[in-house]
């Protein structure tokens, strides 16, 4: 009995000094474990080349995670089931994902004129690396014109959303920044595009919104960043637009009605010119950086939102109402990138568009802006 309770005991200790070691190990290799308490940083895309600024602004203190956009296998694509999809999706998964993003989705392809249009990486053009995400706006096309792409700040080695947000009940604390890349080509920047039931309102570039399972990208948790009204100049606003932040009041850029009385619209373009504005620019990536910070009581007009461009602040708007208490999430948690442009009339026959994303990085500290590190 004596020798057999000696083998047990060495047999535990053994599984626990193994256990302990594959905990380190895991951990080390940048995975979560009780170790790290889950607030280790991670990089989403294991292809970022080393050495590039990208990389360096990834190893800065505070980044939460990174998407290089350089693989094709970072896409897991989600579709409209039973379309024309089913056929350029052929021997593939569909991995539709719902609000709880358990599943491993991220990139939804949509049928525009009868063609299966979705986001993919372009080898050919990107700011770094080996690739962007390129969507391409066809003619013909509604509102959601080349599909989007989607995530939730950090998900584990299995490909489950860790519930990382950031906001005042979070442990990664209560501010967001983040930075991406994007470059537009002419046809997409100069076209007029036409909408139903009136003005059109402009198409988006990149939404912040609540974490799983509550997260809505159109919601009273959301900041989105949007061509508004077709201006020709970055803006942004909260909560499906009913929280108004201006133009890029900060920089003198107002609403303005001009001599031709358009102070909205494609042809007001002429009524925001550079300076005082930062307007968007055809076949060149831009640089788009982002601070939120929550203030305040849940949904009180306390929040601060600012944007730079190309390191030139362009919002700076302090009255932000962040519902992060309510039925939206508890902070913000996901991302989306699209140029989905509301009520867009799908049978305007228009140049077809494209642009691309690049190097987005969600942080809790200020990022570095340009391609030096600071």
């Not at 190309?310 to 699209?338: M, P, R, T």
């Not at 026959?349 to 969600?362: E, K, Q, S």
């Amino acid at each position: 009995m004596k020798d057999l309770r000696l083998v047990l005991a060495l047999l535990m200790i053994g599984v626990g000094v193994g256990t302990i070691f594959i905990a380190l190990t895991f951990n080390t290799a940048g995975g979560s474990s009780f170790f790290s308490g889950g607030l280790e940083t991670a990089i989403e895309d294991p292809e970022i080349p080393p050495g590039t600024a990208l990389a360096q602004k990834c190893a800065q203190p505070g980044v939460v995670n990174c998407f290089g956009f350089d693989s094709a296998n970072a896409l897991h694509y989600a579709w409209p089931a039973r379309t024309v999809c089913d056929e350029a999706f052929k021997g593939q998964r569909n991995q539709q994902f719902g609000r709880d993003r358990e599943g491993s989705g991220n990139t939804f392809a949509v049928v525009q004129n009868d063609q299966c249009v979705f986001p993919e990486i372009d080898s050919k053009t990107f700011h770094s690396g080996f690739g962007s995400l390129k969507i391409t706006i066809p003619f013909n096309s509604s509102a959601d014109s080349g599909g989007y792409f989607s995530e939730v700040f950090k998900r584990n080695r299995d490909g489950r959303p860790l519930g990382t947000y950031i906001g005042p009940e979070s442990p990664w604390g209560k501010v967001l920044y983040f930075q991406f890349y994007q470059k537009f080509d002419n046809d997409f920047l100069s076209t007029d595009f036409r909408c139903l039931e009136g003005d059109c309102g402009g198409w988006k570039q990149a939404i912040w919104y609540g974490n799983p399972p509550n997260g809505n990208s159109a919601s009273s948790l959301e900041v989105t960043l949007n061509n508004g009204w077709q201006r020709g100049v970055p803006q942004v606003y909260g909560q499906i637009g009913a929280d108004y932040y201006g133009v890029q009041d900060v920089r003198g850029c107002i609403y303005n009605r001009g001599a031709n009385a358009t102070g909205s619209g494609f042809e007001s373009r002429v009524n925001y010119s550079e300076p005082p504005c930062i307007r968007y620019k055809a076949d060149q990536w831009m640089e788009f950086t982002g601070r939120i910070e929550i203030r305040g009581e849940n949904n009180q007009p306390a929040s601060r939102v600012q944007l730079w461009v190309d390191g030139k602040l362009a919002v700076d708007y302090n009255q932000a109402k962040i519902d992060w208490a309510g039925s939206s999430g508890n902070g913000f948690g996901q991302f989306l990138l699209s140029p989905y442009h509301t009520k867009k009339d799908g049978s305007q026959v228009h140049p077809t568009g494209h642009t691309w994303y690049d190097d987005l990085i969600i942080s809790t500290q200020p990022i570095s802006m340009g391609d030096v590190v600071n």
